[in-house]
């Protein structure tokens, strides 16, 4: 798919306008800048701010253009100043007064949309975008399972037959899941979900009574009895997110880590315990919180614990009724299971 973009620099209109006063550059940040293969906007903002998650407010770009902070690779950036603000933009035509301000021009560009930079890498989530998705235990329970492959076989791939059994709906095709980690509430106990992981997909050829026979056109590991069949759904892969600060004050906790490690680091996957009930969006930036230790007072002759200390950030890129998945975007010391989260400070 083509696009047809105008890079005209307008002013940047943020969600948390009032963080743009706390722009802060880095001292050694680059006047200019290359964009390579691999870079996101990120990276990029990482290497200009203190503050990285405040990119929006550091782009300049036309408001009028339904994405219109399209860079890609070979593209040459140049901080600037606008307003006494610093902006990062594609094209400089000239200074025009002693207070930097600057003056931009319209510039037409054909590019393949599918090659500009993403927000973050979508490596780390596509899979999480695509590939999983988080059910109520009723639902698993009641949607159709896998009864056996062909002539009875107890695993199946991609080119079998397989039959299954249960309540089928008017679909064709049925995404193959498996149940993979159920998320309690630390606090209170309650189920917040159960984790379906993708195994494959079928086309249901037939149905007879309550067993249908399917044809398996897609496989991501041996099908196995008990698998379960639900609909599939429309997941289209969003690319681009705009960071900012939740819009609500939201407190909770990291109550997993995708890969089931006890340890977390920069670019790892976790589960919060709080979703769209509590006002959390994609692209909500958090920051994270160690609980601060137990010591002993020997002059009171007591256990106190210390204040949280900051330890890290992230970004949730999606979210459900009662749970989200973020990616972390920075940590200053090893993160674990049970680390607070909150608002930016």
Known sequence: MKRLLLGLALS????AAVLADVL???EDHPQTYVVKRGDTLWSISNIFLEDPWLWPELWHYNQQLDDPHLIYPGDILYLIWVDGKPRLVKNIVKKTTVNRDVKL???MRISDVTTAIPAISLDVIGPFLSNSRVVDKALLEEAPYVLSGREGHIVTGAGDTLYARGKFEDESVYGIYRQAQVFTDPDTGELLGI?????????????????????????NQEIRRGDRLLPQEDRTLKPRFEPRAPSE????????????VSQVGSMDVVILNRGERDGVKSGDVMAIY????????DIAEEIVRVPDVEAGLLMVFRSYEKLSFAVVLSATQALRVGDKVKNPT
Do not use: Y
């Not at 379906?196 to 086309?203: E, M, S, V, Y």
């Not at 004050?249 to 089931?260: F, L, P, R, T």
């Open 12 to 15: 940047v209109s943020f969600t």
């Open 249 to 260: 004050e939201i407190e909770g906790q990291i109550i997993a880590v995708e890969g089931g």
């Open 105 to 107: 021009t319209p510039q």
């Open 195 to 219: 984790q379906a992981r993708d195994i494959g997909a079928g086309k249901r050829l037939s149905v007879d009574g309550d067993i249908a026979t399917l044809q398996v056109n897609r496989s």
């Open 24 to 26: 802060a550059l880095k």
């Open 290 to 297: 160690q609980r601060g230790v137990l010591v002993r007072d």
